[in-house]
């Protein structure tokens, strides 16, 4: 493809998005950094729409917010619902609404910062938008990258949406108070799972029923203390 | 915008993504002429993973297979399993993975399309990518489009993902067996979907009990016989 006039749109979208990734990649380093100097330990949490990320990161943050001072970023296309619910365990939390676009990004998640002192927060939430695809391609200078999948979406996610898996660091299995009623043969499951990502960290929990949130919140203030 | 050089890779992606929609508009108006000449009429699914999209298209092709002659296209980043399940139906499927590509898009489905002989189709069914985003933008020819959300999900799905629902015809509940347990207030989710697209045309459903596929199966041969 030397010349423009030969390309097809396809193969132009193909490389501006690589141009588009290859700065978003920059601009996620220059933010790692910045973490790491500020002291901030910064999580992500990636899934469906509905796995529900924003009741167990309400959970999480209600668990912390006492004796940390922790922070949360949210993501949606629309409305601050999320932002109104997490705002409810004390902690500071900023909505991103991103109109039409499915995922965030570096520069997203840098703006949104614009104000706030990191020095000030020791934990740093980003729920991004439900999407099981698109987000795995953008690196937001996290830590740590939870993926998390309801009992209620079948066992053969992970094997239908591979990468999202393999560029998280955690799996975490949601609604384990479902898991009856939806017929969730969990094995097969976290079987899925290991196959994708051989040896990934996984947990179990129910959000609403508290189960498996204190294995999670020990593993979590192990990391943060590294 | 006059020159290259000022350009950010954001605009350029934007510019570039535009050009994509433009082609695939074609593509799709192109796709729709065919199908119309043909006599087949296009149904096509959107929604999150795990929203219940393959049983429901199971239950409705094996209700509509011993009197029709159907088919269906199914979309996934990876693996065969749903074309396979769609396949004991009886019907023609086809399987379309799309590596990392987060949607179908209408020059993949004529592409698909290419060995079969569309005359002696009379209901195709293309099954998307699991994704309340991203397939919004792209037009597959389709008649009807339905965009399914379970009661698992969450109320606020249509008001977090409003694009995808105004860009179908019909909202579809599913997983209507598992809404007690998932503590799903129904009237909340019918008047958000409705909030976001007045008069839209609702059903719910549960394809494991078969609850509420009557109405549906009415409703579509009605539409098909158009």
Partial sequence: MSTQSRMTP??????VRQNVLKKNDLQARALRERFADAG???VSLVS?????KTMFLERTMTALSASHHIAALVGDLATENDAARLARSGARVKQITTGTVCHLDAEMVERALDDWKLEDIEMLFIENVGNLVCPSSYDLGEALRLVLVSVTEGEDKPLKY???FNTADVAMI???DLAQAAECDRAVLRANITRVRPGMRLFEVSAKTGQGMDDWLE???LRASD
């Fill in 174 to 176: 949601t609604k384990l």
């Fill in 40 to 42: 901030v330990h910064v």
């Fill in 219 to 221: 593993f979590l203030m």
């Fill in 162 to 164: 591979p990468t999202i």
């Fill in 48 to 52: 469906s729409p509905g796995a529900g």
């Fill in 10 to 15: 396809h193969t132009r979208l193909v490389e």
